[in-house]
């Protein structure tokens, strides 16, 4: 990424430019009054309504064409001085966007306490700095994900090659023919199962209004999901208690599919062998949470405000099994549907619930 930064002549010149605008619209406001209050003193002293007690009118002239022209400069050069000081934090503030633009996300606005105890100034600088490093983490995420991704998407690419390869020169037995045969499949759903994902995600992501609502079983979605992982579960052995009895809800049955597969998939995925996963839905009157609950390591507070994040893989031991975008589906369905997720871990026991409303 080419990184452009703000050239120190290129800075000073905005801050001597704006310091020039700023200085001529107060020169021009004082000008103005100067010139109305010089207008209405020489046509007051005129009539006789006010008396200067100088001699004569031209005196009266001279005094306040001098007066004014003083002014004028006196004004103008104390503005100029006096008008650069307060501009200081927004020509810092330009310089640092432009780098941002730029693509340094490491760009950052310091002052000194002085500077900065304003209020207004501090919420910009607080703004600025937060947003920057907000970006700085996504490019993070972005760069680890494109990298993490190249590399899982080549790796299955590979082994189907080698395997196509061996196959195809003949000489093997039936059994070597049918464990390659099954490595091929296996690699295969691996890439359309991450191809998807990404697919999902984007589909998600540019879809601002729910459609295709219908009402359904939402218990029967869920024990549907739990037998879509079957193969998961068997092999870790793991132990499923489904407490969801017979509910009903109004939503897009196809997303609300997505939320329980990759919910369900994540708790047995990060549990230890032969423990236990907890599915239970409770009722209320306008609303439905549904809670997926598994034990396994713990999640730190840090990780959590982040779990949701695009890219984002709390356990990287795992990142070879997914590709941190399935908890970011989730969250962007939630919203879709006008509900909400939390998270909570503690104990070795995370806890995922999605709180719905029951009808759109």
Known sequence: MKIINLKPKSSRKLRLSMTVYFSLAIFIIQAISIVIATILAYVFSSVGWIDFGLPSMPDLTELLIFMAISSLVIGFSVAFLTVKYPLKPFT??????????????????????????????????????????????????????????????????????GFAKLIKRGNLTEEQKSEYIDIIEEESLRLAEMANNVLNLTKVEN????????????????????????????????????????????????????????????????????????????????????????????????????????????????????????????????????????????NSVTEFTVFLPKTQ
């Not at 606005?109 to 002085?114: D, I, L, P, T």
Request: cysteine-free; proline content about 1%; aromatic content about 6%.
């Open 92 to 161: 810092v503030l330009i310089g640092q966007i432009n780098r941002l633009a730029a693509g340094d996300y490491k760009a950052r606005v310091q002052f000194g306490k002085r500077m900065d105890s304003h209020p207004a100034v501090k919420d910009v600088i607080d703004s600025f700095n937060t947003m920057a490093e907000e970006l700085e983490g996504v490019e993070m995420l972005r760069t680890d994900f494109i990298n993490n991704f190249s590399h899982e998407f080549k790796t299955p690419i590979v082994s189907i090659a």
């Open 207 to 346: 879809q601002l209004i729910l459609t295709d609502v219908s009402k359904f079983n939402l218990s029967e979605q869920i024990r549907g999901a739990v037998l879509l992982l079957e193969n998961k579960w068997v092999k870790k052995n793991t132990i499923l208690n489904l407490d969801v009895g017979e509910v009903e809800i109004e939503a897009n049955e196809e997303l609300l599919k997505q939320i329980w597969i990759n919910l369900i998939d994540n708790a047995i995925k990060f549990s230890p062998n032969g423990a236990q996963v907890e599915i239970k839905i409770i009722e209320k009157e306008n609303l439905l949470s549904v809670s997926v609950i598994n034990s396994g390591s713990y999640i730190e507070d840090d990780e959590l405000k982040k779990i949701f994040n695009k890219f984002y893989q709390a356990d990287t031991s795992h990142s070879s099994e997914g590709n941190g975008i399935g908890l970011a589906i989730v969250k962007k369905i939630i919203e879709l549907h006008g509900g909400e997720i939390s998270v909570e871990s503690s």
